[in-house]
């Protein structure tokens, strides 16, 4: 065998046993260690293993976080450690830009005199080591401001496009406005700067601000009035426009803005606006001009109102608003419940004016109440009743006394013993009755006729002092008297504006036809959107109408209209009667034998009272075959005979 052909074994054989091998063969062999056992002095007694035995529950397996869930986390609390680093950073002035680094100064004069132009300078310094950039400069100015250019134009908000402010660059912008206002009021000037840093979207602002105090203004308003008022008494306040200019001020106007609960009586000089407006005119170096104004006020006990009064200027006489505005001056005033209240109602209405029909006989009542927490003795109450359209022979009073000498009526404790002493909280009612006069009584029509009634209450107080204390109280009532509007129907055969055919007197199922006028009178009181009409019977047929006053005929409803449209006042009185006419055709049944058909429905007349505002409604009888006055006409000829 050859030596190359020896298998692994043999060759190993070989190298071990050869007596031609001559290596050491201490590098084959592992050299032996003598190790010494470790041996206890004594023996130990084993714990018994414990074996336990296995579970039968289920092992519940680890529960481990999806790396989703990781990453979301990693993110938010990523984003909250940046924000945080971020803030103390920019706002610590450690980054490069912060609003702490910016320095904005607005130098103000102290006193600024109302009505005159005023310049304000704004310096900005950026001592960031990074650059503003979209810089923008905000001001706005007090309420009131005007435009220094042009006095009549508002001043109010104002920005002003600076570009980039540069590292270390300061900028200086001037802005300038009238300013108006009251004598020694403080107002504020506020500037906002708004920019952008390099690598964000956000916008940052840096404010600041600066206090100046109105001076002299060209007017002074005084306002001398009560600070307290008595709800529904009148009251009084007198307003004084004085001139601070050393030139003469032109078109000088004041308006005055009212609180709720405030009614104006009058006023002097009177007023243009609806009571809110004075033209005062020129006014000269120092002078003063007085606007008296007279009214009441309503609310509860304790109410606070503000009145407020504004002078300014304005040259268009048209215009009802203040163009160049001077200063505002306002004026509190408390309201307190009267100590005596008095109310006056007709015909189950309140307010300051009812409507009510003229001519007819009217029911009121009158309340009052002690309101003081004292009694009050010797009550008594005086109504008084004004007005040319009153029927002075109409009054009366079941427990008062009507005095016809100045048209009152009077309640005492002569007239009810419970008026002689009346506690605290105590009140009581008392009725009356009157009329008013018919239209064009005595040949006289009154024209948008009113009645005024005036309740005083008085009495005496019995309060801590030993001075008895007179009150009073005043309630008022307007009754406007509705326009007293009629309609009537007239029947014709032989005569009027139409031809008629048929036998007379009428017979049964035989035509005959008659020529129907409606005549309208208005009394004090113009009416608007007037309509006449009336419903035809089914025997009686429409056949046409007198052009010119618009008469029309519904066939399905089978009515006749009149559209008036505007109806005067004293229509029928002092002016003509308006009147329509239009022709029917009767064809009485067998039924209607020895009667007298009625020819049309009731008559309806209806319009608004311009004066009174409210709906005037009128209706009359229906017209029949009895024909009155006419020629030709007998006794007799209006009953339906047998048929031929």
Do not use: C
Not at 70 to 91: E, H
């Amino acid at each position: 065998m050859d030596r190359d052909d020896k298998s692994g074994v043999d060759k190993l054989r070989d190298k071990l046993y050869s007596r031609k091998n001559t290596e050491d063969r201490s590098e084959i062999r592992t050299p032996l260690e003598v190790h010494a056992p470790e041996v206890p002095p004594a023996w130990q007694q084993e714990s018994p293993v414990e074996t336990e035995a296995p579970s039968l529950a289920p092992r519940e397996p680890k529960k481990t976080m999806s790396l989703s869930a990781k990453f979301l986390i990693g993110s938010i609390v990523f984003f909250i450690v940046a924000g945080i680093a971020a803030t103390l950073v920019f706002y610590g002035g450690g980054n490069l830009i912060s609003p702490q680094n910016i320095d904005l100064q607005i130098v103000a004069p102290s006193v600024i005199d109302g009505g005159k132009s005023a310049t304000f300078q704004i310096i900005t310094t950026n001592r960031n080591q990074s650059d503003l950039e979209l810089v923008d400069m905000i001001i706005d100015y007090p309420d009131g401001t005007r435009s220094a250019a042009d006095a009549s134009i508002p001043l109010q908000h104002e920005r002003q496009s600076i570009g980039t402010i540069k590292s270390g660059q300061q900028i200086k912008r001037t802005v300038s406005g009238i300013f108006y206002g009251q004598e020694g009021v403080q107002q504020k000037l506020k500037v906002t700067l708004q920019y952008n840093v390099a690598g964000s979207n956000a916008t940052f602002e840096k404010q600041g601000e600066a206090e100046f105090t109105i001076g002299s203004s060209p007017v002074s308003i005084s306002i001398d009035a009560p600070s307290e008022a008595i709800a529904g008494d009148p009251l009084s306040l007198k307003i004084s426009v004085r001139s601070n200019a050393t030139t003469p001020l032109n078109n000088v106007v004041l308006q005055g803005q009212y609180p709720f609960g405030f009614s104006v009586t009058s006023s002097d000089p009177k007023s243009d606006a609806g009571g809110t407006l004075w033209r005062l005119d020129n006014i000269a170096p120092g002078a003063t001009k007085t606007i008296t104004l007279t009214g009441s006020i309503q609310g509860q006990d304790g109410d606070e109102r503000i009145f407020r009064f504004l002078a300014g200027t304005n040259a268009d006489q048209t215009d009802t608003q203040i163009k160049v505005p001077f200063l505002t001056m306002p004026h509190t005033l408390t309201v307190h419940k009267p100590f005596i209240t008095g109310a006056i109602s007709v015909n189950g209405q309140s307010g300051k004016t009812v409507s009510v029909a003229a001519g007819k006989a009217l029911q009121g009542v009158v309340k009052w109440q002690n309101n003081l927490s004292d009694a009050v003795s010797d009550v008594q109450l005086v109504l008084t009743f004004v007005g040319p359209a009153l029927d002075k022979n109409a009054v009366s009073a079941p427990n008062g006394f009507y005095q016809s000498a100045n048209s009152s009526i009077i309640w005492s404790k002569d007239q009810d013993g419970s008026l002689g002493s009346v506690p605290p909280g105590g009140q009581s009612s008392f009725l009356f009755t009157f009329a008013t006069l018919p239209p064009g009584a005595g040949n006289v029509l009154i024209t948008n006729p009113t009645i005024t009634l005036n309740l005083e209450v008085r009495g005496t107080r019995q309060g801590g002092s030993s001075v008895p204390e007179k009150i009073s109280s005043a309630a008022s009532l307007q009754v406007a008297l509705a326009s007293a509007a009629s309609i009537t129907a007239q029947t014709f055969h032989f005569s009027g504006p139409f031809t008629n055919i048929g036998p007379m007197p009428p017979r049964a199922e035989t035509a005959t036809t008659y020529s129907i006028v409606w005549t309208v009178k208005n009394s004090s009181s113009a009416l608007a959107n007037t309509v006449a009409s009336a419903v035809l019977p089914p025997y009686v047929e429409f056949m046409s109408a007198i052009p010119g006053e618009g008469v029309t005929y519904d066939a399905a409803s089978r009515t006749v209209k009149w559209p008036i449209g505007e109806l005067k006042a004293g229509v029928g009185y002092t002016l003509a009667a308006r009147q329509a006419a239009f022709q029917v055709s009767l064809s009485p049944s067998t039924s209607q034998i020895g009667s007298a058909p009625t020819l049309t429905g009731p008559l309806t007349l209806s319009g608004l009272d311009r004066f009174a505002q409210v709906q005037v409604d009128s209706q009359a009888a229906a017209p029949t075959t009895k024909i009155s006055g006419e020629a030709g006409f007998s006794a007799g000829m209006d009953i339906v005979g047998a048929k031929q």
